[in-house]
């Protein structure tokens, strides 16, 4: 058994000493001296990118801390380690030890600590805290189920902790831990007994009545005393300036389960009776979330859906209300954009947000009497997340086509990257041209997408083509790094990332065409992108493949099950039979809400599952998943499998066990890429290379004796 070793954080002081000295920057690729001449991306590659996260200003405005996560391939796991940067720039430095992951880093208002979230010794979540003046990390939170999220109070002496209700066995874990003897075996788990609509989550399992609610920690005393309850999940914690209230989001209808309601609402910090009474900001039926107050404390922005009807496909709007209650109003119709992440400038009189914009992701703004939309941040580039400064600085998470996510400080006009993180990496990699294409669909819609050309690629050379649905449905390929795209590139593709109908960043209108009819404007759409490749010369005709993941996955049997021109195919974690999701995924308020019931509206189930056009299938197709996907279970390729089988067509599944519908676990993530280059090889380019990569060698045995 391997013993986690302690963590060792760096002392506050030494970092004050050290704000432009050189100190080791953020852990490089093993063979850090570039090559002479740049080289072509590589699987192995993708566990050299070091994923840069949560970039969050000190309250001076001098130091940017920020996650960043490393896959190591090595000890099959992953791991994030929190860092800082100077405002002005200079090599990063450390601020947690290998060995152990941290995350959700949080300055104090005050600026004498940083707050942030780390497990260790096999246990649960807690809130860690290093002191500006020296000395190293103490763990300041002793929560018997761990913490979810937490966010400082305006004054310094208290944390809003988000806690789930918890297990009897979390209190029993919490006592044995403080004896000094071994654990104790395990129990035999009881029985699941569910009596809820709502009964499934992917990466929780089966879900029952323990909710999330509000507590107050004071760190001074580390007293927590509990400030909502009841049969509700509430979460998005905000503190009003003065600290006496904090605002939240929370479902609390008659039967949450059966509708997407949440609204916004006000508790007092100081209040002793668990929230029984609250102030109520929001009564929109549709979701509002994400509350953030002014700097006076009068208003609240927040993010609102207004059309209910549309239910996923619904623009997100960017909204206002009083603190004490009363008329919204929202600021964004006009815009049509989904928002997220609303923020107050320091000045009141405006708010920023992120926005999805044909294909990029931008940092906007809008006066709090609405009007233009502008953008501080703006570009054919991915804004992912933001923190504001008191004096208006920006410190921003952004990716660009050829960079992965790096911290950038804006300070009006300039925009300055603060952090190299994968610079050295990217200094040996010679990287793929991606173009932003536009195009016309069957009827005449207009649709726009990413077209990578493969690496010494010469106009007019018709090359191997793979076409790579996105998931969602709604989202949108946008002007980040995409790994797998570059990968393909070298590898001598051409690929297509089309945003079709369906698809977030160009208004509701396009994104709901495809309401309840999966499969069609899409599917249209996508094949539309293919034709312009091989109208412009660069696909070509007879080698083209098609793959993608979740609802990209979707889109590949509906492709497959309505043409033949696709050499190859890949499908992951997809459904075709869409009635066996029924009752076995989490989508049930989305099912109900979109297909009616499946005994109700049998023909609309019929009409959007590609299970019963099985027989038009002729393209060799590999299905893959993880063994524990709530979000679209194994079953789905299961049964696309083994129809295909019985058929007598060319097909293969692939299970991941311990997966989740996102993987985490590196050794399957490698697995997973080597399968999607030897299947389309060998189908795609008719390369005679197996259409599986090489099993691994297994580990060597060692005799009993020491032989």
């Known amino acids: 058994m391997r013993i986690v070793r302690c963590v060792v954080f760096t002392s506050f002081a030494l970092f004050l000493s050290l704000s432009t000295r050189a100190q080791e920057s953020v852990p490089r690729p093993a063979s850090a001296s570039a090559p002479a001449t740049p080289r072509a991306i590589t699987i192995d590659d993708y ?46 430095i450390p601020l947690t030890a290998e060995g152990v992951s941290s995350a959700h880093p949080r300055w104090s208002p005050d600026g004498k600590y940083l707050a942030f979230t780390s497990a260790r010794n096999a246990g649960k979540n807690q809130v860690w805290l290093l002191d500006r003046r020296g000395g190293e990390a103490q763990k300041l939170t002793e929560v018997a189920q761990g913490v979810s999220d937490f966010e400082w109070s305006a004054d310094s ?13 979390d209190a029993e874990a919490a006592k044995e831990s403080d004896k000094d003897k071994p654990a104790a075996k395990p129990k035999t788990p009881p029985p699941f007994v569910i009596d809820r609509l709502q009964f499934k989550q992917d990466t929780v399992g089966y879900l029952d009545h323990r909710r999330t609610h509000l507590y107050i920690f004071d760190v001074a005393s580390k007293k927590i005393t509990q400030v909502t309850s009841g049969d509700f999940d509430d979460n998005e914690p905000a503190w009003s300036p003065d600290g006496k209230q904090l605002a939240f989001s929370s479902n609390r209808s008659a039967d949450a389960d059966r509708n997407y309601n949440t609204d916004i609402w006000v508790v007092a910090a100081d209040n002793t009776d668990k929230g029984a009474h609250l102030t109520q900001i929001t009564t929109n039926p549709g979701p509002d979330r994400a509350p953030a107050w002014s700097p006076d404390g009068k208003w609240i922005t927040f993010v609102t859906q207004t059309d209910l009807k549309a239910m996923i496909y619904a623009t997100h709007h960017l909204a206002i209300a009083p603190s004490s209650g009363g008329e919204a ?29 044909d294909g990029a992701e931008n940092l906007c703004r809008i006066a709090i009497t609405g009007g233009e939309v502008t953008r501080p941040i703006a570009g054919r580039l991915v804004v992912a997340y933001y923190s504001l400064g008191k004096d208006g600085a920006i410190a921003a998470q952004i990716s660009a086509l050829d960079r992965p996510d790096e911290v950038f400080l804006s300070n009006g006009n300039d925009l300055t990257r603060l952090t190299k993180t994968n610079d050295a990496l990217l200094s040996q990699l010679r990287l793929a041209q991606a173009d932003y294409v536009h195009f016309k669909s069957k009827d005449g819609t207009h649709v726009a997408g990413y077209l990578y050309k493969p690496l010494d690629y010469s106009p007019g050379k018709k090359v191997p083509t793979l076409l790579n649905p996105h998931g969602g449905p709604v989202g949108q390929y946008a002007a980040s790094f995409y790994h797998l795209a570059q990968l393909y590139a070298a590898n001598g593709y051409a690929v297509l990332l089309p945003n079709p109908r369906g698809s977030s960043g160009y208004g509701q209108k396009f994104c709901e065409a495809i309401f309840a009819d999966w499969g069609n404007k899409d599917f249209q759409d996508d094949m539309a992108m293919v ?18 993941w979740s609802y990209g996955g979707m889109s590949t049997d509906f492709i497959i099950a309505q043409t033949t021109r696709f050499k190859g195919a890949i ?10 999701g029924f009752g076995h995924d989490q989508y049930q308020k989305d099912y109900f809400s979109e297909l009616g019931y499946p005994w109700d509206n049998k023909a609309v189930w019929e009409k959007i599952s590609p299970f019963y056009r099985i027989s038009n299938i002729t393209t ?70 197996p259409a599986r990569p090489a099993a691994p060698s297994p580990a060597p045995t060692t005799k009993a004796g020491g032989e």
Request: proline share 6%.
């Open 531 to 548: 034709d312009y490749a091989v109208a412009q010369g660069i696909a070509d005709p007879e080698k083209l493949g098609v793959g993608g």
């Open 157 to 169: 002496t208290r944390l809003v902790l988000i806690l789930q209700d918890p297990k009897p066995e």
């Open 329 to 357: 109003k929202v600021l964004t119709l006009a815009f049509d954009r989904t928002v997220r992440r609303p923020r107050f400038s320091p000045d009141g009189r405006s708010i920023y947000f992120i926005a999805d914009d």
């Open 571 to 580: 499908s992951g974690a997809s459904i075709a039979l869409i009635a066996s």
């Open 47 to 92: 566990f050299q990118i070091r994923d840069v996260s949560q970039p969050e200003l000190s309250p001076d405005g001098q130091w940017v801390a920020y996650a960043v996560r490393t896959r190591m391939l090595k000890e099959d796991k992953s791991e994030q380690r929190l860092w800082m940067v100077s405002g002005r720039g200079g090599d990063a």
């Open 620 to 689: 060799p197709t590999l299905f893959m998943g993880g063994d524990i996907d709530w979000n679209v279970p194994i079953l789905g390729s299961e049964q696309m499998y083994q129809a295909l089988k019985s058929l007598g067509r060319t097909t293969e599944l692939v299970v991941y066990p311990g997966e989740y519908h996102g993987f985490t676990t590196p050794s399957h993530l490698k697995d997973r890429l080597e399968r999607y280059l030897a299947w389309y090889a060998h189908y795609v380019k008719g390369d005679a290379t």
